[in-house]
């Protein structure tokens, strides 16, 4: 009775709501919430166009605060659903795409056109100009291509895992070596950088980042009925009339989008990618994308909305996020684990 | 008269490629027919090309020479999407689909049928249930894979197959790993549905006994004689089987049906026995112990001779020696110790 499709869709309706309204309660909080306390009703009068008794309020709620939510909304949804499809198109729960080196691949194209744009004198070679997007692409979308390749002939998971985590230690010792190239001023831009932060992000380059991770999200929303047939493994997939070439292509650019928007302006995020999926399906209880995917991208808005009221917390600076996603993720990755004979997903 | 076949295949060479131009051919110049209505059951030692044979009729890898038509149409002029409306598979694949339920899977094989969501009509939704009901599943329509046991699992696999509307059912090993009951009622629930839904279903084995008693057409394939097919009882009684497994170790017993360990015998019995189920036995017991039957025991007996009226009424008599066994384990202590 508990089970039968109408109550089984109506509970995955009623998880939908209750976390878009924990994301939008998030969201809101995002706004009133920070480093500096500023009090509610100023906050809310000048998210209606008033003026600010204290004038910098005014631009520390409206061109810091508004775009570092929509930010940390749009990346922990990015993330956690290039973290889903990851998972699926590999059949590995541990997958994701810092496990598999794909923000690293991004990391480098990031590192390749700030010292290219230096050697150069272009302008937008810094961490979330344009030309940086376009080095997070191309290199998110080389490493995941390389680990796909390696994916066709290598059977086992963990395996693949391993190709994966090897990748991203070549990409990173590249980076290490353009580093050694590069100047201190802009090591010191590529170290901030890399530690993650989510307030990277001005109310100027939030509209291309909103497209290209919106985007991403798109072509997720359009593979959710092949990515069903995927979790039967690919001949299978094959055999119900997948095109799983179109698919795998859709796959890259997806998951390519989505990482490189999010690394390039914001830094490598750890963790979203990896545990998000697992929490999304703990609360669903079921692989079914046709409810995971809304709910993957849900947790995620929502728990990097959580990190990120977490990381401004202290009234002096902010934590970066790097050093709030593991304490939710890395439990979450432990728990499945020891847990995994209990876990429907793990078993099948 | 024969119906026409779902499958057709002449002179097909299967196997691998490897690299540039190089082959690893597996099988050459099959010439195979799988007929709708029927249970065929493909057989062979590991390494004849079973799977291979498999894969390349469901169109997973392409025959390396030699044609291949399903339902009249050659295979290569049939795009993907028109052979997942043809050929339904179980496969031997890891899945990842614990997490979903019977239902969901099941539905999956209407993914074919279905739109671009896959959001499944009316029609299909009674489909689904139909198919879950033929296998014997209904009751296990809302339980997660995780929970059900690798038989009830099978049977939902196979319930997708049915799902997708096939004429064409191929199954690869879906009985290994399961126990007797199990592999029992798959094997029969297989042959129902290609009599009941006239489905073409081929499926590879191991298990040579079921396939003997439920298999309409047998397919045996070996490295060393290629590809023997014909109807089940005629293969068993052409010598088929002596084929099947070239090796001296093994012969085919066409009385049981089964397989058995060519024993070297080292004394010849006479055996008198009125019973044929205690007769088998008596032999069984014989040939492990390094002793041969001789079951046509002339009046004059000059070997040692061996009465059984019961299983515990066992006589052996040899010249002026006679011994009375109570059980089979006193005559196999008596026939070790004889033997040492």
Not at chain 2, 34 to 47: H, I, R, V
Not at chain 2, 296 to 309: D, F, Q
Request: charged share 15%; net charge neutral.
């Amino acid at each position: 009775m508990s089970n039968t499709p109408a109550t089984y869709r109506h509970n995955s309706g009623l998880l939908i709501a209750i976390l878009a309204l924990l994301v939008a309660g998030l969201w809101v909080a995002n706004l009133f919430v920070g480093s500096v306390s500023i009090p509610s009703q100023e906050v809310w009068r000048i998210l209606w166009g008033g003026d600010a008794s204290v004038e910098s309020w005014q631009y520390i709620i409206l061109e810091s605060r508004l775009p570092q939510a929509v930010t940390a909304l749009l990346a922990g949804a990015a993330l956690a659903v290039a973290g889903l499809l990851l998972q699926t198109v590999f059949n590995n729960p541990l997958a994701g795409p810092s496990i598999l080196g794909i923000d690293t691949g991004a990391s480098l194209g990031v590192a390749v056109v700030m010292l290219a744009s230096n050697m150069l004198n272009l302008a937008n070679g810094m961490p979330g100009g344009i030309a940086a997007v376009g080095g997070a692409f191309v290199g998110a979308t080389a490493i995941m291509a390389v680990i796909l390749f390696f994916s066709t002939f290598v059977r086992d998971n963990l395996m693949l895992l391993i190709i994966g985590i090897m990748v991203g230690y070549l990409a990173s010792s590249l980076i290490s070596l353009l580093n050694f190239f590069a100047t201190s001023q802009q090591v010191h831009a590529y170290t901030m950088w890399g530690l993650g932060n989510l307030g990277n992000v001005t109310l100027q380059q939030l509209p291309l980042f909103a497209s290209l991770s919106l985007a991403g999200l798109f072509i997720s929303v359009l593979l959710v009925k092949p990515l069903n047939a995927m979790l039967l493994g690919t001949r299978y997939a094959e055999n119900l009339g997948i095109d799983i070439r179109t698919t795998r292509n859709l796959l890259l650019l997806s998951t390519g989008l989505l990482t490189a928007a999010v690394t390039a302006y914001c830094g490598p995020v750890a963790f979203i990618g990896l545990s998000v999926p697992h929490i999304a399906r703990l609360l669903l209880r079921s692989s079914n994308h046709n409810s995971l995917l809304p709910v993957t991208m849900l947790c995620g808005a929502a728990v990097l909305l959580l990190c990120n009221l977490i990381s401004t917390l202290p009234s002096d600076g902010i934590i970066p996020i790097n050093a709030v996603t593991p304490i939710i993720g890395a439990p979450v990755i432990i728990y499945v684990i020891v847990n995994q004979r209990k876990i429907n997903y793990f078993n099948g | 008269m024969k119906p026409a076949p779902a499958i057709s295949a002449q002179c097909l060479d299967i196997g691998y490629r490897t690299g540039k131009a190089g082959q690893l051919g597996i099988q050459r110049g099959l010439h195979i027919d799988l007929y709708p209505g029927e249970l065929t059951c493909l057989l062979g030692a590991n390494g004849a090309g079973k799977s291979t044979l498999l894969r390349t009729l469901s169109g997973f890898q392409p025959p390396l020479g030699g044609s291949i038509c399903i339902d009249g149409r050659p295979i290569e002029e049939i795009s993907k999407r028109d052979l997942s409306h043809l050929i339904g598979v179980v496969l031997t694949d890891r899945t990842a689909i614990g997490g979903l339920t019977a239902y969901e899977v099941v539905a999956l094989g209407r993914q074919p049928h279905t739109g671009f969501f896959g959001r499944l009509s009316r029609a299909d939704d009674e489909i689904v249930r139909n198919a879950l009901a033929a296998c014997g599943i209904a009751t296990k329509t809302h339980e997660f894979m995780a929970s059900l046991s690798d038989g009830e699992r099978q049977k939902i696999m196979i319930a997708k197959a049915l799902a997708q509307e096939c004429p064409i059912v191929i199954l690869d090993e879906p009985t290994a790993f399961l126990d007797v009951v199990s592999r029992i009622e798959i094997m029969s629930l297989l042959h129902s549905i290609a009599a009941e839904q006239n489905r073409a279903i081929l499926l590879s084995t191991h298990d040579i006994e079921q396939a003997l008693v439920l298999g309409d057409r047998l397919w045996l394939l070996s490295r060393e004689y290629g590809m023997q097919t014909g109807v089940t009882e005629d293969l068993i009684l052409n010598g088929a089987f002596d084929r099947l497994f070239p090796h001296a170790a093994i012969h085919f017993d066409p009385l049981h049906g089964s397989f058995y360990p060519t024993v070297t015998r080292q004394h010849i019995v006479d055996v008198a026995c009125h019973d044929e189920t205690l007769l088998h036995w008596v032999v069984n017991i014989l040939n492990r112990n390094g002793y041969a039957a001789n079951l046509t025991a002339g009046t004059e007996c000059t070997r040692a001779l061996l009465r059984i009226a019961s299983p515990h009424d066992i006589a052996w008599s040899c010249g002026t020696e006679q011994i009375a066994f109570a059980s089979f384990e006193e005559l196999a202590m008596f026939l070790k110790q004889r033997n040492d």
